[in-house]
């Protein structure tokens, strides 16, 4: 059974930019969320999806923004890209939504220069 | 709001000894509490859940304490092994929220 994909593993992007991360969680999750991680904050919530609907929203701005689509793959999207945006961003999908075993992709990897 | 706290950034121990990793939260309607383990390179694995009506649960090699009275909890890992070192997080969650809140974790080295 194959676990969270995320794509692509790395990614270098310039400040202004804009990003899409995606992530196809495993087969029959239907729950994504995504979590940014950086060595000052650690792993901060960014938002939770469940059938193609955001249930819940972290204490990011605006620029960071996601979806889900019918097939439970996730994307999220940043805008106008930071310094400070640059991180590891890890995607976990769990059976149901607020289902507490979430399992973790290994990451997106992004360096905003 | 949530806030998570470990209380060690670094803990070294001798291998086959037992480790305790400890964490503290705020928020008393926390009813929902998961360790994870977070080796280099890869994403958070889950190791054991505790629920706010449990004070204790166990898994293998691994046992989680809940004291609501002080907002605590620990992880012990009994007979550390080499494969154990890795970053362990805390996360909890509060009553009618799914949000998980993430400790900033704690660094755990075993020494052969």
């Known amino acids: 059974k194959a676990g969270v994909t995320q794509t692509p593993r790395y990614l270098i992007k310039t400040r202004g930019q804009q990003v899409t991360l995606s992530c196809s969680p495993i087969?029959?999750?239907?729950?994504v969320s995504w979590y940014q991680q950086t060595p000052g904050q650690g792993l901060q919530f960014l938002f939770e999806?469940?059938?193609?609907?955001?249930?819940n929203k972290g204490n990011f701005p605006g620029r960071f923004s996601g979806r889900q689509f019918s097939n439970s793959r996730s994307e999220m999207n940043v805008s106008t890209l930071e310094l400070g945006d640059s991180a590891l961003y890890l995607c976990?999908?769990?059976?149901?939504?607020?289902?507490?075993?979430?399992?973790f992709g290994q990451g997106t990897r992004l360096t905003v220069v | 709001g949530e806030s998570v706290g470990l209380h060690l950034p670094t803990l070294s121990v001798q291998e086959g000894d037992n480790s305790i990793i400890n964490c503290a939260y705020s928020n008393s309607a926390s009813d929902y509490f998961i360790w994870y383990k977070q080796e280099s390179g890869k994403g958070p694995q889950f190791i054991i859940d505790?629920?706010?009506?449990?004070d204790k649960r166990q898994g293998q090699r691994v046992t989680v304490l809940l004291n609501k009275t002080v907002k605590h909890l620990s992880l012990q890992i009994a007979a550390t092994q080499p494969g154990d070192s890795a970053v362990y997080f805390c996360a909890a969650r509060r009553a009618g929220s799914y949000q998980l809140t993430f400790g900033k974790g704690t660094k755990l080295s075993v020494i052969p």
């Open positions: 505790i629920r706010s009506n449990m």
């Open positions: 999806y469940f059938s193609e609907t955001q249930r």
């Open positions: 976990a999908s769990s059976l149901a939504l607020g289902n507490t075993e979430a399992f």
């Open positions: 087969s029959g999750h239907r729950s």
